[in-house]
């Protein structure tokens, strides 16, 4: 028997997946805090730490192990993450130090928005679709998206593609940490759009309620930004379905409608592509991460 390894290596989690190579089903999954204010360091004895716990847990042997991919939490260029929100992992050369802490040479690194399309792609909605291209979009504490074109990851020359986060909308000129304007992760993510709401909504009332609360309270202005962003996708890429990830994904009522409030915003609107809620439970980041080898990227 094979296996695939995968881990999602996140800003608050990280987590491990053990695949079957031929069927592709979890075989088995830990997950543990990623700490990320204790450096660097912590997270490679963290990745160990779970490898080896793993192997010893299911019996498998390095020699079973066909790869292990990682999905991280930014932009990944050369197996190197060049810019991301979990900022200790930034320009770190993590290939060789796993490689090295793991004795294990196969390893994969990319996007974890990439991931999660790729799994969605593959073994989601996707695989029912028999789809070739598609957008995976995760709303939680970020906004990110991931493009697959002919069944390959499509990353761009540098790694930043799907950055769909950072593409800004009309709005209130509220600044972003990249250094522009209007970006629409500050609109569309958990914490943007519960201090856009704070401010500009509300206005002067007193709130401290979440994120989740204001987005099911403010249900359908928080759907007529997204439509327009999913729009923009769609009019550029044209994919054979939009998928949505992450946390805010899990609120059924974000579906509904939400083709309509889509369809003014293509520029054909006779036959839109569908927009579906995620299939794969919340370990898709580290099942695609597991499934990179196989699915070799394009670019
Ligand atoms: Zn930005």
Redesign the pocket.
Known sequence: MKYLIGYDIGGTKIELVILEFKSKKIIYKKRVPTERERGYRNILSKVSGLFREALLKTQITPKQINSIGFALPGSVQNEIMIRGNTQVLEGKPIKKDLQKILRFKSLYFENDANCFALAEHTLGVGKRLKARSSVGIILGTGMGSGMIIADKIFSGKRGTAGEI??I?ISGHSIK?????KD?S??YLSGPGFKSYVQKYIQKHAKSDESAEILISKYKGLYKKILAKQIAATINFLDPDYVVLGGGISRNHFLYKGLNQLVRPHLFVRKSAPPILKHKISDSAGSVGAALLAVYRKKN
């Open positions: 986060g950072h800004p972003c940490y990249c250094g522009q970006c992760e500050l």
